[in-house]
């Protein structure tokens, strides 16, 4: 059983089923979610017994630190899972922020055309322990440097919404004061668009940002680059996301990779202007990050630009997003499921940092 997968509620009533006081499960909250330790061993406050108890029923952390990659502003963190599954999360630090970008699912089943994620299948869902638990290790390795995690975004391998429950629980844990204690508006989830799961993330009171996965100014477009725009038509997802600004309050975010003669023309632009007027929408622009096997390509800098231009000019905010990491496979869409030749590889080139403790 893996100890971050437990919301203080269920924490309470284990501790309370074996007999320990109620008030042991806010201690352990205590240690991991505030004074961010990650070894039973250093949870010093708590008698030895109850420590031993823990360690024989609980994995914390469940996952281990297999290496970690960097370039310019951006480390890649790749993650052995306690069934041997790889996953990896990404941390990007600019000046005001640092932000953990994770995965949801090892894996993907939507399989756009132009992301690695899905390239190899979907394998299984994260626990909300397993998700929770990127942020922690990674804090636990920012905390070296004297830094703190500022900003989650969901955009990493997977697609959050067909994890639904797992995904919920982990960001009320992120944002609940005895758990990580990040405020929601610092912390985003980008979808394709399942439509049933924005309609229900929308009734969770929880007032996370939305990011749509848009990438095309209409239905036909969009049916050639994502599998699931055939499943989710175009207009009735406006209105799920819509309905979630109504809901929530927060702005909502598209995101559009732009493909050199696919979506990049200034006709495209204009489309997709008069798709976003009135929204409550930004715009981010995307420039393709090229992936294996991929016979798509970026579109030239004055393009980007032209089409920034034009939505600028047209009354939606629009950012064009610089690419990081991509040296390191660690730009958008480019996290891939590792197979198992690199499970193994993944045991020899062992730990940077030695988190992990407990084999599981
Ligand atoms: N499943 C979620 C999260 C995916 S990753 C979603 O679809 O939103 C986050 C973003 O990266 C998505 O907008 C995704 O479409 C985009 N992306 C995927 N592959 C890409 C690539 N090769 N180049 C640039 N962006 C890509």
Redesign the pocket.
């Known amino acids: 059983m893996e100890l971050c997968s437990q919301n203080l509620e269920e924490l309470s009533l284990w501790m309370e089923q074996q007999g320990e006081k109620k008030f042991r499960a806010k201690q352990v909250f205590q240690a991991i979610y505030h004074n961010r330790i990650s070894d039973f061993s250093l949870m010093t406050s708590l008698p030895l017994s109850f420590r031993e108890k823990l360690q024989k029923s609980f994995l914390f952390p469940s996952m281990q630190l297999v290496k970690i990659q960097e370039e310019d502003e951006t480390k890649k963190f790749l993650w052995k899972l306690c069934d041997g599954y790889l996953v990896e999360s990404v941390l990007i630090q600019s000046e005001e922020r640092r932000t953990v ?1 994770v995965s ?1 699912q090892v894996g ?1 089943k ?1 399989s ?1 055309a ?4 899905g390239k190899k299948g979907w394998k299984r869902n994260l626990s909300s322990g397993e998700i929770l638990e990127q942020v922690l290790l990674i804090q636990k390795f920012l905390s070296t440097e004297n830094e703190s995690v500022s900003q989650i ?10 994890n639904y429950d797992n995904v919920v629980k982990a960001i009320r844990m992120m944002i609940s004061p005895e758990g990580f204690g990040l405020s929601a508006r610092r912390i985003s ?5 399942v439509i049933e799961g924005i309609h229900r993330l929308g009734q969770e009171n929880l007032k996370i940002n939305l ?5 095309a100014p209409n239905q036909e477009i969009r049916q050639k680059l ?1 599998p699931y725009a055939y499943k989710y038509l175009l207009p009735d997802l406006l209105e799920a996301m819509d309905q979630y600004f109504q809901n929530t309050g927060r702005d909502l975010t598209y ?3 732009l493909f050199e003669g696919v979506n990049d023309s200034e006709k495209d632009a204009y489309q997709l202007s008069r798709l976003l007027q009135k929204k409550h929408a930004c715009l ?1 622009l ?6 294996e096997g ?1 016979s ?1 390509r ?1 579109p030239k800098n004055e393009i980007i630009e032209r089409f920034q231009q034009i939505m600028i000019e047209e009354g939606i905010p629009t950012t064009w997003r610089y ?1 990081k990491g991509k040296d390191i496979s660690a ?5 891939a499921l590792q197979d198992l030749a690199s499970r193994d590889l993944a045991s020899r080139d062992l730990a940077l940092q030695d988190i992990e403790k407990k084999p599981c």
């Open positions: 970008c949801s993907c939507v756009c132009f992301c690695a994620s975004v969901f955009m990493g391998m997977g697609e959050p919404l067909e989830l980008s979808t394709v668009g990011v749509l996965s848009l990438h994502i995101e559009y990779v981010n995307i420039p393709y990050n090229p992936i991929g798509w970026r690419t730009a958008c869409g480019q996290l």
